[in-house]
């Protein structure tokens, strides 16, 4: 059975671009492969969280992937510094990557930009810390967003890099992509990002989503509900796309288009249809909130299970590179 590996970074509150392009995918697979899910903690250090903010992060995000689906007995859910060998792993890639590869990365440049009082080396070699996370799995199905496919083609070429220096180990992981790989922010100008604001959280309550929507652009050449509007270029529209049924696509199409029906009534109806979606997840993962000690178990069983897999692929790595094992 093949493995797939992926993880989100505790870094805010889950969006519905982390659930449409990542979760929605993880639950699907589960079912098909053997699967390790992960809440990213070391990368997340690359924005220097106050402690205490992390920790708690963590455990929002690790519920969230609960709540949206993700079942513990089918898949492996851990947390990343609870397995040490990523950070193990990722100096030995680290001694792989070329620099120029590095510089290459467009989402150094958007992070760089997005936080200039700290642009640290880790914000550089973040997707060297993504490769260890994929290999050391050798998983060679991995899900993302259209936003860590530049990564992922440089995980496949550290994996080449290894397999041809060392001899052939790991396997070359391939994209899985999701039927939603760049979700756009409110704003209707960026992908929906935590760092944006622009999101609307999979944990908020319908009159918050439905207040932020409210302000949310639409067609720009729409000023009056009696111009007819175009839904290609309306950004609610396209989140229509995914909450919402064809029968009722096509009515707000032609209501849109005919002027019969305004933007905030189509609001409306996507608020509903959203709250269809984040309603049940939002309520299990208050379930899970006033459940700590089972988040607990269940981070702790997922850890267990991660670190075997990870230490079984260290051996092997280890002698090949010549390292010497760490005894206990
Ligand atoms: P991050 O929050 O950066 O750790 O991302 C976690 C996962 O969500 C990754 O697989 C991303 O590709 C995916 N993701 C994040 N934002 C979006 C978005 N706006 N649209 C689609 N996928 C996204």
């Not at 671009?17 to 990542?22: K, P, S, T, V």
């Not at 899985?176 to 756009?184: E, L, Q």
Request: hydrophobic share 40%; glycine share 6%; aromatic share 6%.
């Amino acid at each position: 059975m093949f493995r797939t590996m992926s993880g989100i970074q505790p870094t805010g509150n889950l969006h519905i671009g982390n659930y449409l392009g990542a979760l929605v995918n993880w639950v699907e697979l589960q079912k098909q492969y053997e699967a390790f899910f992960c809440v990213v903690d070391l990368h997340a250090l690359t924005q220097r969280p106050a402690p205490e903010t992390l920790r708690a992060a963590v455990r929002e995000v690790a519920l969230g992937i609960l709540a949206s689906g993700v079942d513990p007995e089918q898949a492996t859910l851990f947390v990343q510094s609870e397995v040490p060998q990523h950070a193990e792993l990722t100096w030995i890639m680290t001694c792989l990557t070329p620099l120029g590869d590095l510089n290459r990365m467009t989402q150094f440049k958007d992070k760089s930009s997005a936080q200039p009082e700290n642009i640290n080396a880790g914000l550089f070699t973040y997707p060297i810390l993504q490769t260890a996370d994929i290999v050391l799995y050798r998983a060679e199905r991995v899900p993302v967003g259209e936003d860590q496919e530049q990564h992922l083609e440089l995980a496949r070429e550290t994996v080449r890099r290894f397999n041809h220096v060392y001899g052939e180990t790991f396997p070359e992981p391939q994209v899985v992509r999701s039927k939603a790989p760049r979700v756009m922010g409110l704003d209707g100008e960026s992908k929906m990002s935590k760092s944006r604001n622009n999101e609307i959280g999979l944990f908020e309550p319908a009159d918050v989503t439905m207040q932020k929507l409210r302000g949310a652009k639409t067609d720009p050449a729409r000023l009056r509900k009696t111009d007819p509007g175009n839904p290609q270029v309306c950004n609610i529209f396209s989140y229509h796309g995914f909450f919402t049924s064809e029968a009722q696509r096509a009515e707000i199409d032609a209501g849109c288009r005919s002027a019969q029906l305004g933007c905030v009534d189509c609001k409306k109806m996507l608020a509903a249809n959203l709250e269809a979606v984040k309603g049940p997840i939002r309520e299990r993962a208050e379930d899970l909130r006033q459940h700590p000690a089972r988040l607990d178990e269940i981070l702790a069983a997922g850890a267990a299970k991660a670190r075997a897999a990870a230490e079984e692929t260290m051996v092997m790595v280890r002698e090949r590179v010549g390292l010497r094992a760490p005894r206990s």
